[in-house]
């Protein structure tokens, strides 16, 4: 199957300072990726849709300028976190979808993650 | 709107016993159903999936699932656990119209005991 390679894997930051996160698409093109987020023992929530070359969508609820996503190529999304807060501590998932085969392709594929710590 | 109910938060049950993992959806359009298992620190791998056609869908590591249209239910099964089956799992639902949000319930963890 496409991989997805989320990185880094974990960050460890200081309060007010900002931290990136990438996720690329591997073997395949990606004009949709997505991000997450969850919590201990909770689900997913849907931060935001990533198109390339185009403004992200964000969830209702969501700082768009807390969390900044740039999609600037086919196979490469960024999320930053900016002035990260120890709030802001959580598991970051990202997915995508391969562009090729476009409504056809219905399944996502997930990056690790990323364990972000703000102290 | 779609939304994901997964009425087990926790399912504890012996090696080599047969374990359900319930999911129901609602959707005002139709969808697509998935059930990914995480383990911890990790991200999601999908088990499987139903598209379209036969309602019993066969995945990885022995699981399957049933879609119940009527039901709006999608249930996850396998006839013999293992300890190595201990994880949580998500089900998830896709609309099949622009954008393919996937929206995820809550996660049942399956705890599989010696």
């Known amino acids: 199957g496409a991989v997805v390679s989320q990185h880094p894997s974990r960050v460890i930051c200081k309060s007010g300072t900002s931290v990136k996160i990438e996720c690329r698409s591997l073997d395949f093109q990606a004009t949709t990726m997505f991000w997450y987020r969850q919590f201990p023992k909770q689900s997913l929530m849907l931060m935001a849709t990533s198109n390339e070359g185009s403004k992200a969508t964000y969830e209702q609820g969501v700082e768009k300028d807390k969390f900044l996503i740039n999609h600037a190529s086919l196979t490469l999304s960024t999320l930053t976190v900016t002035s990260a807060h120890p709030e802001d501590s959580s598991f970051y998932i990202c997915?995508?979808?391969?562009?090729?085969?476009?409504?056809?392709?219905?399944?996502?594929?997930f990056g690790q993650g990323t364990r972000l710590t703000v102290v | 709107a779609q939304s994901v109910t997964q009425l087990d938060s926790q399912v504890p049950v012996f090696e080599e016993a047969p374990v359900e993992l319930r999911c129901n959806y609602s959707s005002s359009v139709s969808v697509y159903l998935f059930w990914y298992v995480q383990y911890p620190n990790q991200g999601l791998q999908l088990l499987l999936k139903y598209l379209s056609g036969s309602t019993l869908v066969k995945g990885i590591n022995g699981f399957e699932a049933e879609f119940n249209k009527s039901q709006t239910s999608f249930h996850l099964r396998k006839p013999s656990v293992h300890i190595s089956d201990t994880a949580e799992y998500f089900c998830a639902v896709t609309r099949n119209t622009g954008g393919f949000k996937t929206i995820f319930g809550a996660g049942t963890r399956l705890f599989v005991k010696a």
């Open positions: 997915s995508a979808r391969d562009r090729i085969s476009g409504h056809l392709n219905t399944e996502a594929f």
